[in-house]
Every structure is written in C-alpha cells, then in structure tokens.
Nanobody, 120 residues
C-alpha cells in the first residue's frame, strides 16, 4: 500500500507555470506506475499524464501534450507534474494516483488533491 500527498497547487495567470509534487510513503514506490488526473467543477475526473515504474515511458492526454511534463524521482519517492503555458481550462483539482498497471492507468491509490486555478 502507498499513501500519496500532493502539493504545489495555487493561483496563476494564463501563460504561467506551476510544478505539482506528489510525495509517496512506503518502500515500494518504484514498483508503481504513477499518474496525474484532474477534476474541474461540474465535470468528471479525467486522465492527464502517466509515467512508468522506471520513468522511461510517459503518455499524456492530447490537451496537455507539449505543455505538461510528468517525471519521477524514485530516490525521493516523488512524482512531479511540470505545467507550462497554463490555460484557464486547466483549472481543476489535480490528483496523483499510483497503479500497478502503466497502460490504461486508472489509479489503485489516490492522493487528496491540490487546487490549480488559472486566471484569464
């Protein structure tokens, strides 16, 4: 089992950047694929990005490709989401998730979320 805690959210102007972090507890962090999801008000939670156990493979939803980068540091039990060129439509609560599966990652374990608000 793994516990996840997100941080780094906040208010930013359109075009700005934020870096989200997700710290994991437990010694098995490197055995999980990790992902980021988001949920905007009145909308369903949607997938944003995923990274494999080693960090060697990643994939993204189309709307963030070229703007967001997911990475991980297994020595620090942390996964990151670097978000650049932010748009108002990126406003949402962002969640990190751990999963035994990289392909089709859906999240076996979840953090509590961190709010990202992008003003126009």
């Amino acid at each position: 089992q793994v516990q996840l805690v997100e941080s780094g959210g906040g208010l930013v102007q359109a075009g700005g950047s934020l870096r989200l972090s997700c710290a994991a507890s437990g010694r098995t962090f490197s055995s999980y694929a990790m992902g980021w999801f988001r949920q905007a008000p009145g909308k369903e939670r949607e997938f944003v990005a995923a990274i494999s156990w080693s960090g060697g493979s990643t994939y993204y939803t189309d709307s963030v490709k070229g703007r967001f980068t997911i990475s991980r540091d297994n020595a620090k039990n942390t996964v990151y989401l670097q978000m650049n060129s932010l748009k108002p439509e990126d406003t949402a609560v962002y969640y990190c998730a751990a999963d035994n599966s990289f392909i089709g990652l859906r999240g076996d374990y979840w953090g509590q979320g961190t709010q990202v608000t992008v003003s126009s």
